[in-house]
């Protein structure tokens, strides 16, 4: 569905959309108030605790949305670009309805009810991509792509409001005072973390435009769909498995690298691939209109290989009461970041904010291993036991599936989407072969937390430690 959009759309209709949603993402930091991670990480909360953080989330959000629409014309003169305000409404009515649903799912995900979530998960895809292809059919352009959004996100929202049956509540001093002492950590982490991962759009898209700006926002989605997609799932459940082993440090630092180590074994050869194949994903599937942006996708790759793993450790952290460790996080990530943004993409255009995601990454993944060394005794043995398994593996794959490909353009003029596909099989049959030998264990683990006969079936025909 998101390939068929892209066919139809223009880099434009993204960018048009990208200058906006970086406002109304803002927002939704601010209202959120770390309010999630509270309900989900946190020590267990009374009803009537949640009943307030439900009514304190209703009304934040309703009040940044209205914020957001007051904001409008300021939006408009800041990038100098007429017709935002319509844009800014619209997404300010969905960032209201995401409101109601925040505490309600963050309660869900506590309870470890993910075939709810995932129900509301799924429903709000679906809702949002058969809304957009429609729209878009129809000439709709990029507000095609708002009310896919609005209808998504309204599906979800009273799916989890009917199963969770939690009523708001007035929020009161005497309630949440008691929680103000992590949320501030959280609130701070929360704000800087998003003042720094979105200023390649408010930085990027004043110096670019909208044009550029919607292709490399668009190779962004299409980098972070192995993310998304595939191991979505791990990173989900993250915080509901490390609230229940708040307090037991060994043992959620063993879940933490059970969790990298499952995500590694999808996500790097994942990214491997798509790396290699790059050119024959844009040429042939996305259409010409993206080549220019190929260079972008590869690096955006290169980065996405890290962010589960940052993503579940940093959720480790919270969990082990490490949330000053995170918001120190955040805050070295919006010092460093946005000049890096600004820097880059004057000189590179938007390769250079690509780029721009490498400068910090080292030293960011440093800081998180030694912090969670700290908290739970994890060594760097045992990170590179976990890691260098699955970073093997993918690359001897990407060495045949590159080979295969660098055969395939030579030899003759095969079309693009037909060397796509022989790579994809070829890949896929390599590092099955490899995953079953070298990942027995991870894929055991993973079979096993599986209620299903086939699942418990496979198991038995993994070969043994």
């Not at 209201?96 to 309660?107: K, S, V, Y």
Request: proline share 5%; charged share 10%.
């Amino acid at each position: 569905m998101t390939i068929a959009l892209a066919r139809i759309l223009s880099p434009a209709d993204y960018g048009y959309l990208a200058l906006v949603t970086v406002f109304t993402r803002c927002g939704r930091i601010l209202a959120e108030s770390g309010v999630s991670n509270l309900i989900v990480l946190g020590p267990e909360l009374q009803r009537g605790q949640l009943r307030q953080l439900h009514g304190w989330s209703i009304a934040a959000f309703g009040s940044i949305a209205a914020i957001l629409v007051l904001c409008g014309r300021s939006i408009e003169r800041y990038y100098g670009t007429h017709g935002l305000v319509p844009l800014v409404a619209a997404l300010a009515a969905g960032l209201m309805i995401e409101g109601f649903a925040l505490a309600p799912l963050a309660a869900l995900r506590r309870k470890m009810a993910f075939k709810v979530v995932s129900t509301a998960d799924i429903l709000r895809a679906l809702g949002d991509s058969l809304t957009c292809l429609c729209l878009a059919l129809i000439g709709a352009r990029y507000w095609s792509l708002v009310f896919g959004y609005l209808a998504g996100v309204t599906i979800q929202t009273l799916l989890i409001l009917w199963n969770a049956r939690l009523l708001p509540a007035l929020p009161t001093l005497a309630g949440l005072t008691p929680l103000a002492g992590r949320a501030k950590h959280l609130v701070t982490a929360s704000i800087a973390g998003f003042l720094a991962q979105n200023a390649d759009a408010y930085l990027g898209g004043r110096i670019l435009g909208a044009h550029a700006l919607g292709g490399y926002t668009y190779m962004m989605a299409l980098a972070f769909a192995p993310i998304e997609k595939i191991a979505g799932i791990l990173t989900y459940i993250a915080p509901s498995v490390f609230g229940s082993l708040r307090g037991d440090r060994p043992a959620l630092g063993r879940a933490t690298l059970k969790l990298v180590s499952a995500s590694a074994m999808i996500i790097v050869p994942a990214f491997v691939g798509l790396i290699v194949v790059a050119d024959d994903v844009v040429a042939g599937v996305l259409g010409a209109k993206w080549l220019p942006y190929v260079s972008v996708l590869r690096v955006l790759c290169i980065q996405g290989i890290f962010v589960p793993m940052m993503v579940t450790i940093d959720t480790a952290l919270i969990a082990a009461d490490g949330e000053g460790t995170f918001a120190q996080n955040s805050m070295l990530n919006l010092l460093i970041l946005p000049p890096s943004f600004l820097l880059l993409s004057y000189f590179f255009g938007p390769l250079g904010l690509a780029l721009a995601w490498l400068v910090p990454l080292p030293f960011l993944i440093y800081r998180r291993v030694s912090a969670l060394r700290v908290a739970t005794g994890i060594l760097g043995a045992d990170w590179l036991r976990v890691v260098g398994a699955s970073t093997t593996s993918a690359m001897a794959m990407g060495a045949v599936v590159y080979v295969i490909r660098e055969l395939l353009v030579h030899s003759s003029a095969i079309p693009a989407v037909t060397r796509l596909v022989i790579c994809t099989i070829a890949g896929m049959a390599m590092y099955g072969a490899l995953a079953i030998k070298v990942h027995a264990a991870e894929i055991r683990w993973l079979l096993g937390s599986m209620s299903h006969p086939l699942a418990a079936r496979m198991v038995t025909l993994l070969p043994t430690a």
